[in-house]
């Protein structure tokens, strides 16, 4: 199929371009990208695309499938169809599934798994929305530190890498600094993204809310900040004496970010996430005890958010996560701090920091979409190309303007575990090309 956007705004971060262009798609491929294309053929499929904005496919750092063992919740294919739906082009999983993806196995297993492309067994509703000749988005496999996430033995690293992860997390906080500090020597040589996620559990107790005066006005149990940033400075020393390239996950206070900026001011091989709810909300929203607002770490305060914000676009808070993490119905129908902790996003995040960061000015659309595609690739070692001719297309195309309803029915997700659940939202992505 060959398609040519007209007048579509291009935003590439890659090249720094935000600007109005034609682009020409064919095979797969970008096959031209100018001011304006005349010369083309009689089946190219010509879209008005004034409007719209086509950026590189996005890139997710870390979300939860439910599949293997929690199938209800998420499976294989639904995740892709969600992340696809959501404008994400490459998507990783936490090995916080059922087993634990800690052996080489259980990698070979679920690589086999992944659906190829819209026409897979039982995508009856799928994906639709891609070229015929797409894949399904990329999925890569985070593998386990330790053996079931347990904190305790380490796992075979090297057979891991070897398998294909695409790096290595435990995706809950590791608290055994002795075994952090062998982790990190280890991994060395691997030459593998390693991303830890630093909580102090003991701080952090029963806890289930940011501590400050709207923990106290809702009569929820506080977690310290100190929780977060104790356990951020201790990762920091041991990287500054292994030298181990680092990730940190879920960066969610104010202070976090002063440490982590004053990191790598000192050259620490050092990169940071914190998450788009993070971004979008604080302490303030909890009033409606919403249990899809009980977050891990909880929402800061205002004052964090506003950092999280300011780090973002200042490149010390490098890539923005989605963290999808689908739970049933039934899960989370709960008192609020019973519910377990999470959050969908796949298919919100885009068109809700657009809406509140891009369309309010205080994000440009390049630095969005920076944080979202470009940054979270290179986070993971890996590369986006720049919109230009002869690359692969691995494009979203996306609507600002397209309002929808947030319902099962609107959703590719099997989880409904969203504030935003019965809200009419401004923007969807339009075209997803893998």
Not at 20 to 29: C, E, K, N, R, T
Not at 366 to 381: H, I, K, V
Request: aromatic share 6%.
């Amino acid at each position: 199929m060959t398609e040519l956007l007209q007048k579509v705004r291009v935003i590439d971060p890659v090249s720094e371009i935000d600007e109005l262009f034609d682009v020409l798609i064919a095979d797969g491929y970008i096959r031209e990208v100018a001011s304006h294309i005349s010369d083309i053929s009689s089946d190219t499929q010509i879209k008005d695309c004034q409007g719209l904005v086509l950026g590189p496919g996005l890139v997710d750092l870390y979300s939860h499938s439910g599949e293997p063992g929690f199938e209800e919740r998420e499976t294989l294919l639904s995740f892709l169809q969600a992340a696809a739906a959501g404008g994400f082009t490459r998507v990783s999983i936490l090995p916080d599934t059922s087993p634990v993806i800690d052996n080489p196995a259980l990698v070979a297993q679920l690589q086999q798994k992944r659906p190829e492309g819209h026409k897979s067994k039982g995508a009856e509703k799928s994906l639709s929305f891609l070229l015929p000749c797409s894949p399904a988005p990329l999925l890569h496999l985070w593998g386990a530190i330790t053996v079931d996430i347990a904190g305790k033995q380490m796992t075979e690293l090297a057979d891991l890498a070897s398998a294909g992860v695409v790096g290595f997390t435990d995706g809950k906080p590791l608290e055994n600094l002795a075994l952090v500090q062998r982790v990190l020597e280890y991994l060395q040589p691997l030459g593998k993204p390693v991303a830890f996620w630093p909580s102090d559990r003991q701080l952090t107790a029963n806890g289930v809310m940011r501590e400050g005066t709207d923990a106290l006005r809702f009569g929820l149990p506080p977690i310290p900040a100190s929780a977060e940033t104790t356990a951020i400075a201790a990762m920091l020393e041991l990287v500054a004496a292994i030298g181990t390239p680092v990730h940190i996950m879920r960066v969610s206070t104010n202070r976090s970010v002063e440490l982590i900026a004053s990191a790598k001011a000192a050259g620490l091989p050092i990169t940071a996430s914190t998450t788009w709810m993070h971004l979008l909300l604080d302490t303030k929203a909890v009033k409606s005890y919403h249990t899809s607002l009980h977050l891990d770490p909880p929402l800061g305060n205002p004052s964090d958010m506003a950092a999280l914000r300011a780090g973002v676009r200042a490149g010390v808070i490098d890539a923005i996560a989605i963290d999808h993490t689908p739970y049933s119905y039934e899960e989370k129908v709960q008192a609020f701090a019973e519910a377990p902790a999470g959050a969908i996003g796949l298919e919100l995040a885009l068109p809700l920091l657009w809406q509140y960061l891009v369309e309010t000015e205080e994000f440009t659309a390049l630095e969005l979409w920076r944080a979202l595609s470009t940054n979270p690739a290179e986070c993971l070692g890996q590369k986006v190309s720049a919109i230009v001719p002869h690359q692969p297309a691995e494009l979203t195309l996306f609507d600002p303007q397209q309002t929808w309803k947030v319902e099962r029915k609107s959703l590719y997700t099997l989880s409904q575990n969203t504030p935003w659940l019965g809200q009419q939202l401004k923007g969807h992505v339009v075209q997803t090309w893998c």
